[in-house]
């Protein structure tokens, strides 16, 4: 029974990634004076919304470490899941860990950054500022969303043999495998918020964390069961 318990709060390790990186966008871009700022916003805009906004990015900082380290313990559970489920597909289970992992860490460094911005003199310095946004937007966006094709391509691989996961959830990890995939395109030129290849990141990221979400509460409804669902 204990076992069952501890194995569902595992499992839930997902949603609660998701649940605490949304957080953090609470604070960043609704409870913030304005929205995070742009790619391309100009400098004094930049300078403005880190030196009013401390208090709210610490937090948009904060709640997304505690979800880095969530989206790890999810890989690690998922990894269990499909070694358990299909031993004979241990290089799936290694991709998905591997993926999860890498995500997180482009996660927590995202947040790193943010707390850095948070500190007024470095706010202050406009050149250190408007670099330290290009980083926090690379390494929360084409980093985090790149590695996490991973993941969901491991469990749609499952999920399309009717293991594990429901078929459903499979054709959902194949999306966002290829969103996640052509959000690459932002890595080949100067993007800004408003441009095409930035819309494929934000698809990219949507569809990559509904599947860690939707996966998540599978998982946890069935305890991390085995065989078909």
């Known amino acids: 029974m204990a076992s069952s318990r501890w194995e569902r709060l595992w499992a839930a390790t997902g949603a609660a990634a998701v649940a605490l990186f949304a957080c953090g966008l609470l604070f960043g871009d609704i409870l913030a004076s304005d929205n995070y700022p742009a ?32 989206l790890l313990l999810f890989a690690a559970y998922l990894r269990t899941c499909i070694r358990r489920v299909a031993p004979e597909s241990d290089g799936l289970s290694t991709l998905a ?25 470095v706010a202050r310095d ?27 391509g491991a469990g749609a691989a499952i999920a399309l043999r009717r293991v594990l996961l429901p078929r459903w959830t ?12 052509a959000s690459a395109a932002t890595l080949l030129g100067s993007t800004t918020n408003s441009s095409a290849a930035y819309g494929i990141l934000l698809l990219a990221a949507i569809l ?22």
């Open 170 to 181: 499979g054709w959902l990890g194949a999306a966002a495998v290829v969103a996640s995939l």
């Open 208 to 229: 990559g964390f509904l599947w860690v979400f939707s996966t998540s509460i599978v998982l946890t409804a069935k305890g991390g069961g085995t065989g078909s669902p």
């Open 39 to 70: 790619l391309d916003a100009p400098l004094s805009e930049v300078e403005r919304y880190f030196v009013e906004n401390g208090t709210e990015v610490r937090a948009l900082s904060f709640f997304h470490v505690l979800s880095a380290l969530a």
């Open 97 to 121: 860990f591997a993926g999860g992992v890498t995500a997180a860490i482009f996660l927590l460094l995202s947040a790193l950054f943010y707390r850095a911005l948070a500190e007024p003199l």
């Open 126 to 152: 406009a050149p250190l500022a408007h670099g330290l946004l290009v980083l926090s937007y690379l390494a929360g966006g084409p980093a985090l969303a790149l590695p996490l094709a991973l993941p969901a």
